[in-house]
């Protein structure tokens, strides 16, 4: 078959990529179309992508004013519905906030849609700016989020069919879209193996993140302020200056690293913590599983499907650094050999989420509906 991947941006590198690098690598013959890509973006990761051919939109190619896509938003329909894919036996969307799933397809082309998330400004999620503080903006926001509400529900018809990254997911394109959806995991990069389940000399806890406002990383440098506990955060993004501005001594900003160096830090570390809110699955926690990390979560979200409390790992109940100090505090008061446990726990838990079984589960999908 002719594939063509299409994924909404390539400006960032989170979960969303992660998913399309492991698509690619299934089908290295696909083609990969998205609206804007900018390679020097994507930072450590950038060598992953450099030598595919992308096929940008014509947005994209606009010098500078792709750089301003929130306030251009109106401009999505056209931007998906410009593309050509008569040429292509399957095409595989990968979908989130830009809403690449709206591409128009027509028979005897195959349009799989694999659904990050539906867009979190549109169904009153939290999202990474608080474009309603100003009310100019609130204004023309919500006319603007009406129409495109509207093409994101008729877009929704065009796909043949639909997979999504966890069940939390799934609720939501039953809820918004009225359409059924398939499960598949997102693959987690995790060490082949895992044997070394002693205690480490080092005492620190860690976080992987965007650093924007509806991860709450706030949290988590609140309650190692209160609790005097080393925080070491990875990652950057527009959040990052307040963030340092309310940080205390023992919070540690390591910014964007590549996977050698995150594993290094990882090796070292007593547990994640994450304070993400209506995270739909939650990538970055499970890699730390596999890494022998128990998590300590913030219960919203695809989370709970992860993370068991008590088991191998803990789940806060409110956004408050109180809730998660107390549940540091519970780790901290584990006998050895029950954090020994919880941390063989974590790590088989991420072992159901490897690139392999999602190979597998892809395949067997498009093998019995395209």
């Not at 809403?99 to 005897?108: A, L, R, S």
């Not at 005097?228 to 527009?238: C, D, E, P």
């Not at 959040?239 to 290094?264: C, H, M, T, W």
Request: hydrophobic share 40%; charged share 25%.
């Amino acid at each position: 078959m002719k594939i063509a991947l299409v994924h909404d941006q390539l400006r960032e590198f989170g979960g969303a990529e992660r998913v399309l690098v492991a698509l690619k690598k299934i089908f290295p013959e696909a083609d990969v179309y998205t609206s804007t890509y900018d390679n020097n973006s994507l930072g450590a990761h950038k060598d992953i992508i450099k030598n595919w051919h992308v096929r940008t939109s014509w947005f994209g190619k606009i010098p500078v004013v792709n750089r301003f896509y929130s306030p251009l938003r109106f401009l999505t329909p056209l931007i998906w519905e410009s593309f050509d894919f008569s040429k292509y036996d399957l095409v595989i969307s990968s979908s989130g906030s830009w809403m690449c799933k709206g591409i128009k397809t027509q028979k005897p082309t195959v349009h799989i849609a694999y659904i990050h998330h539906p867009p979190r400004y549109l169904y009153g999620y939290e999202t990474a700016i608080e474009w309603q503080k100003y009310w100019p903006i609130k204004v023309y926001g919500t006319i603007l989020n009406h129409f495109l509400r509207i093409w994101d529900f008729n877009s929704s018809k065009r796909a043949d069919y639909y997979i999504v990254n966890s069940e939390e997911t799934k609720k939501r394109i039953e809820k918004f879209y009225r359409r059924d959806a398939a499960v598949i995991y997102p693959p987690v990069d995790i060490p082949n193996s895992f044997e070394n389940w002693k205690l480490k000399t080092k005492n620190y806890y860690i976080t992987v993140s965007r650093l924007a406002r509806a991860k709450h990383v706030d949290i988590l440098v609140k309650a190692s302020n209160e609790y005097k506990f080393h925080l070491k955060i990875v990652g950057s993004g527009r959040d990052e200056k307040y963030l340092r501005s309310i940080a205390g001594p023992a919070v540690e900003f390591l910014g964007n690293v590549n996977d050698k160096q995150l594993i290094n830090v990882y090796q070292n570390a007593r547990a994640f913590l994450f304070s993400s809110v209506d995270e739909e699955f939650g990538i970055a926690p499970v890699e730390a599983m596999g890494h022998g990390l128990p998590v300590i979560a913030y219960k919203s979200g695809g989370l709970p499907e992860t993370v068991c409390d008590g088991v191998n790992g803990y789940l806060f109940d409110q956004l408050s650094p109180e809730s998660l100090i107390e549940k540091v505090k519970n780790l901290e008061s584990l006998p050895t050999d029950k954090y020994l446990a919880m941390k063989k726990a974590a790590r088989k838990t991420a072992e159901q989420f490897t690139y392999d079984k999602f190979k597998k589960r892809i395949l067997e999908f498009i093998d019995s509906y395209a």
